[in-house]
């Protein structure tokens, strides 16, 4: 086995109807129901017009500036996938464009996520195809490797497993364990419920503020 060099077939998948579920739920919401320590970093931004991203992680690891991988990756895709990038943050190359998102699109990729740098704006930026990346650069990539497909990375402290969750809106983008996307669901459509009754408190008799207070109190805060 050259060194460096992988491709692991095989891949899973999270049921359909848990990723459309999560699909349904705010980023924020979900973020909150994972302890608030589930993050891809804020410089991962949508690159798109707008729309929901909720697909199921076919992961790269590359050699910053190199895609030969998210080729391969591109080429390995099915309906539903969502190709994560570990490119370690470098945005000196461009690592996708509009002519390699349109070959991800026709296998049915729903979206990418790179810890890279993304080219072709003008493309990007007025389609609702979900592109998550971390800036922009006109100059390409090259194609050399290495690199790794279907393997765990990390997006600055994000871990993702092949086959979990990949859920973005226009807060950013974050990563649900496959194992805890059930229970996130349920986790995550009760907090929906409490902030609808919240909302509708505000509009009509009030939202009930006696908590602030209450724990400026506890903390010794003076003037309260």
């Given amino acids: 086995m050259s060194l460096g ?10 049921d359909a109807a848990l990723v459309r579920a999560l699909g349904e739920i705010p980023c924020a919401v979900l973020s909150d129901n994972l302890g608030r320590m589930v993050a891809g970093g804020a410089r991962l931004r ?19 500036g190199d895609n030969l991988m998210i080729h391969k990756a591109a080429d ?5 996938d969502v190709i994560v990038v570990d ?29 890279g740098a993304v080219r072709d704006m003008d493309a990007i930026g007025q389609d609702d195809f979900p592109v998550y990346a971390a800036g922009v650069s006109h100059r390409g990539p090259y194609k050399d490797g290495p690199g790794e497909v279907n393997v765990p990375i990390a997006l600055d402290g994000m871990v993702i497993e092949p086959g979990d969750v990949i859920v973005g809106d226009l807060d950013g983008v974050l990563c649900v364990p496959r194992a805890q996307a059930a229970e ?4 995550g459509r009760a907090q929906m419920e409490r902030e609808a009754k919240t909302l509708a408190a505000i ?4 939202w009930d503020r006696a908590w ?4 400026l ?8």
């Fill in 87 to 115: 490119a370690g943050g470098d945005l000196t190359n461009a690592l996708i464009g509009e002519l390699i998102i349109a070959h991800a699109r026709s296998r049915g990729v729903v979206g990418f996520v790179v810890d």
């Fill in 46 to 64: 949508p690159m798109h017009r707008g729309g929901r991203l909720a697909g199921t992680a076919l992961t790269v690891k590359t050699r910053p």
């Fill in 76 to 80: 390995m895709a099915e309906p539903g």
């Fill in 5 to 14: 060099f992988r491709v692991v077939t095989g891949h899973v998948r999270t």
């Fill in 217 to 224: 109190r506890e903390k010794g805060c003076a003037g309260v």
């Fill in 203 to 206: 509009a009509g008799a009030g």
């Fill in 184 to 187: 996130l669901v349920e986790a």
């Fill in 212 to 215: 602030v207070d209450q724990i």
